[in-house]
């Protein structure tokens, strides 16, 4: 079986390029963002294969704005994508999951049209075992696109279907890119010998249904009744069941394995997490688009989570994402209308 699934060879500078083509009044602003972003990704995928040797494994003493000990690659992450976003005249203001406000430009740097708001190292549990581990990143457009002054709060708290760009890096046994521009999904992988990402596969498409559920079924104990139901519906030994269980623990990576081979992730509510656990705008928004973007569903349960007006730069919310028909019979069960 090939690895590659496209028709030619586009590094991802080029890809960015191209497209463009279909913003006739393009800058080139934009490019040159992506270029940045795409130079602090490589950055911290060298360190993450490095990191037992540079002593960057293991806990710091600080916490973050969740209460949770923040991981030394953690903050090593998101010092790296600040500085390499910071100065570039591309963004007005930057928001961060390990950050408790939002990260304003410096002063003496000129201020652009554009918001990013991004997880630096998402499965940051998973950091000190050498499993798959990522980056979450989210683009908007500034309120005023006419401004030239630091950008706000306002700026950050955009619904998700305003995102002009979202895209994920795994860092696994290879380094993966996932990006959406809003014109379909594309994959990158990096290649370290020639240091760069080229497409390996393009345009992708999610089936329909899948054959695998994704949820940490440790909480099955917390969560509603309905949510009981659907996870007990998938094991059962009936036409089409039962699901199997593949949960790794950091949502890019499930939510890859996802887009891949279809089937649902779910972070449901639950009694110690009543309004969900993922953030809104460094996680599910981001991710929502890029399923959505290769024909899959990602609600609330109930509402189109792209569709959520956010209030709080940390907000949470609960998670159902992939195939389309799976995430519909997911919502019946949690709504109560299975029966």
């Known amino acids: 079986m090939s690895f590659l699934r496209v028709s030619r060879l586009v590094t991802i ?117 050498n499993t798959t581990i990522g980056t979450i990143f989210s683009i908007y457009r500034r309120l005023d696109p006419q401004s030239t002054e630091d950008g706000d709060e306002r700026d950050v708290l955009q619904p998700g279907y305003k995102q002009v760009a979202a895209g994920y890096a795994c860092y696994g046994s290879a380094t993966t890119l996932v990006y959406t521009s809003g014109h379909g999904v594309d994959v990158f992988t990096y290649d370290q010998t020639i240091g760069d990402f080229l497409l390996t596969h393009e345009k992708v498409r999610m089936p329909k249904q899948g054959k695998i559920y994704s949820v940490n079924e440790g909480n099955y104990a917390l969560w509603s009744d309905g949510m009981k139901r659907y996870v007990d519906h998938l094991k059962k030994q009936e036409q089409g069941k039962p699901y199997s269980l593949r949960y790794i623990g950091t949502a890019v990576a499930d939510i890859h ?29 981001p991710l929502a688009m890029i399923i ?38 997911a919502e019946l069960f949690v709504n109560g209308h299975d029966s």
């Open 13 to 129: 500078e080029r890809h960015i390029a191209e497209e463009q083509e279909f913003h006739p009044s393009a800058t080139g602003e934009y490019s040159r963002l992506l270029r940045d972003l795409t130079l602090a990704l490589r950055i911290i995928a060298r360190d993450v294969r490095r990191a037992g040797l540079n002593d960057v494994l293991g806990i710091t003493d600080s916490m973050n704005v969740h209460g949770e000990t923040v991981k030394k690659l953690d903050e090593f992450a998101n010092e790296v994508i600040f500085r390499a976003m910071d100065h570039g005249g591309h963004l007005c203001v930057m928001a961060s999951e390990e950050s408790e406000g939002i990260i304003k430009i410096p002063d003496e740097y000129a201020k652009g049209k554009y918001v990013l708001l991004f997880d630096p190292l998402d499965g940051s549990s998973n950091i000190d075992v």
């Open 257 to 285: 394995r996802t887009l891949h081979y279809g089937g649902i992730f779910m972070y449901p509510a639950d009694s110690k997490y009543p309004n969900g656990k993922l953030r809104l705008l460094y996680e599910l928004n």
């Open 292 to 329: 959505e973007q290769a024909g899959g569903r990602a609600t609330d349960g109930m509402n189109r989570i792209l569709d959520i007006i956010p209030t709080d730069i940390h907000q949470r919310a609960q998670a159902f994402m992939g195939s389309e028909l799976d995430v519909l019979e």
